[in-house]
Nanobody
Framework: QVQLVESGGGLVQAGGSLRLSCTTS????????IGWFRQAPGKEREFVAA????????YYADSVKDRFTISKQYSKNTVYLQMNSLKPEDTSAYYC???????????????WGQGTQVTVSS
């Protein structure tokens, strides 16, 4: 069974930074692409960023490009989402998910974590 556990959310002022973590098993980490999505109240879930299973390819939504960075730490089976220059519109529940191949569509991801809340105050 694939399990994904997110952490690192919290409250931050606009312009600040947070780093989210998504930890999974070793097999999942080396086999699956990992993506980050977010969902604000009353809105649909949207793609944020993704990284391929070997870490060689990354993909970002235009809204976060140049502000967010996705990366993998193999020694900890963890994917990070470094979020800089945060804006109030980044406020959402953030979810990590696993897929056989890197992609930006929600339906491509088979396994999901429970989410972590990010709140950016103005």
């Amino acid at each position: 069974q694939v399990q994904l556990v997110e952490s690192g959310g919290g409250l931050v002022q606009a312009g600040g930074s947070l780093r989210l973590s998504c930890t999974t098993s070793g097999r999942t980490f080396s086999t699956y692409a990992i993506g980050w999505f977010r969902q604000a109240p009353g809105k649909e879930r949207e793609f944020v960023a993704a990284i391929s299973s070997n870490g060689g390819t990354t993909y970002y939504a235009d809204s976060v490009k140049d502000r967010f960075t996705i990366s993998k730490q193999y020694s900890k089976n963890t994917v990070y989402l470094q979020m800089n220059s945060l804006k109030p519109e980044d406020t959402s529940a953030y979810y990590c998910a696993a897929a056989p191949f890197i992609g930006g569509a929600e339906h491509e991801y088979d396994y999901w974590g429970q989410g972590t809340q990010v709140t950016v105050s103005s």
